[in-house]
């Protein structure tokens, strides 16, 4: 009897011989994988590699210069850090990444990544390996104890609730038409990510070339155009009112959707608040921007446009009046993917979303303009509310900063065309915003962590702009700071970090606070599980990847803090991280 390695069972002779004569004639799945991630318009895999990985490992390298036709492979050394990159990435270029990870394990720590994709609709073309369906007589069969261990009976499960489209390969010929398929629907409106599970046999087996390779096999739906039954009802409500509001949250990586609301919001005279931001649609100076205080706008007006916004107001802080009549707009305007979201919708318009403001733009230029009197009042409600950041900000310059004070010194350095990408920082108007896609905020779902990769993916997409990452120290430590801080310097990315160092979880402790604003923990001197001290050396951690680092302990030196920081930038074209102590909020 032959005597049966208990680790590495052999593979035939002859079906080794097969799979060799194949692999040099033919491209393998995991070729025709890459090759068609390229063609639908992949530029990077952000990967995670493990055992499952060898065909693709094997494409790259026996390709050599035809690795040109594979999007480029990106080494991130924690899965969460690996799908915000590709997030980042989206969010200033449009465009979706792949990304890739071992098996269950490693989609379980990607899990965290996908959650923040689903709550903001980006899309990611996420895709796993899965443990060999064989025992044996296959190229790809199992070889190792962890691939008993790691198989499930449903790996895409652990996903599905946050993609638009799951499977599972078979066959190698499959291949590459599944990856467009996936794509495709990625970017057919509502956008989202999709999930590829990838055993390792079908990537080690022989595809036949595709008739027509390099061209993708099917292409995104084109954006949806509204009702315009549904615009002219929606127009007639918008003319007549006497106090429009318009409530926003998020834009286009174009930038259309931010062009559009800003030219209908002055043209026609309707105030504008933007709420919760995740990706800024107005810039601070807009003279229609009145600010988020939504607990005195919204009973106020007779006519609510809410313009794309997951979370548009807190049910219980907020709410519009009885009276008034509330329009929902976008790609799904309900937002079916959320289990409650009880907003009253007078009308739903569901449509790409700058197509609806274009149309209703138009429709309204047939309609008498909005009176002088309202738009000075709208304007003088732009004025206090600039004025109340303003005081704001001016009373955390002294001492220990505020996060409004942070907000507003990164703004200083950021120019036209800089970035901030901000997580348990100042919200968004607490920062001056020269336009549209200037600031990132976590998504709705507050998967923590995320910025930081996330701010890699921006620099990534473009080394030449600022990008600042404002960022908690709770959730810094949540973003795999070792590994982020390899990233940027294997790729050679000069992020600014700004760490606000507060030695807590702020966001537990005032999330007590409003449910028991007079119960014990507000009168702790320490609140229980929102304590982080003693901190860690941050500046240290960076430092281990040659990043330059700063310790700032005083409100007055963060301006030099950062004026230094964008010099190393552009000088030395390295990473920052500036330790800032701010006080508890």
Known sequence: MTAISPVHHQVSAKAKTAFMTNARDNPSGADAVLFSLKANGVDYLFANAGSDFAPIIESYARRGEEGKRAPKPVIVPHEAAL?????????????????????????????????????????????????????????????????????????SGMVRELVKWDYELRYAENAANLVSRGYAIAM????????????????????????????????????????????????AWLA???????????????????ALLGALAERHGIAVSEVFATRNVMPSDHPMLVGPNLAELLPAADVVLVVDAPVAWIESAAQPAETAKVIHVGPDPLFARMPVRSYRASLAIAGNTARTLAALDAALEAHPPATTARRNTIAAGHSAYRAKVAKTTEAGSRGVASKAWVAHCVSEILGNDGIVFNERGAPSPFYTLKAGNRFFGNTPAGGLGWALPAALGAQLADRERLVVCVVGDGSYMFANPVACHQVAEAHGLPL????????????VRLSTLEVY??????????????????????????????????????????????????????????QVVIDVRVRAE
């Open 188 to 235: 057919s409106e509502p956008v989202g990510a999709v999930y590829l599970s990838l055993p390792r046999e079908p990537l080690c087996e022989p595809a036949p070339k595709s008739r027509e390779e390099g061209t993708p096999l099917q292409v995104a739906a084109s954006p949806t155009a509204p009702d315009p039954q549904a615009i002219e009802q929606a127009t």
């Open 240 to 258: 007549g009112a006497k106090n429009p509001l318009i409530v926003c949250q998020r834009g286009d990586p174009a930038g259309r959707v931010a």
């Open 517 to 574: 604003p007079e119960g014990y923990a507000s009168r702790a001197n320490d609140v229980p599980l929102s304590d982080l001290s003693p901190v860690p050396d941050y500046c240290a951690i960076a430092a281990g990847s040659r990043a330059w680092t700063c310790v700032v302990e005083e409100a007055g030196e963060l301006p030099a803090a950062l004026s230094k920081a964008v010099a190393v930038v552009r000088e030395e074209r390295r």
């Open 496 to 507: 600014i970090t700004v760490i606000l160092n507060n030695s807590a979880w702020d966001a």
């Open 83 to 155: 799908v915000a990159m590709a997030h980042g990435y989206y969010l200033v270029t449009g465009r979706p990444q792949a990304a890739m990870v071992h098996v269950n394990v490693g989609l379980a720590n990607a899990v965290m990544g996908l959650i923040n994709a689903h709550a903001d609709d980006v899309p990611v073309i996420m895709m796993s390996g899965r443990t060999p369906l064989t025992e044996h007589d296959r190229p790809g069969a199992r070889r190792t104890p962890i691939q008993y261990g790691q198989e499930q009976f449903d790996q």
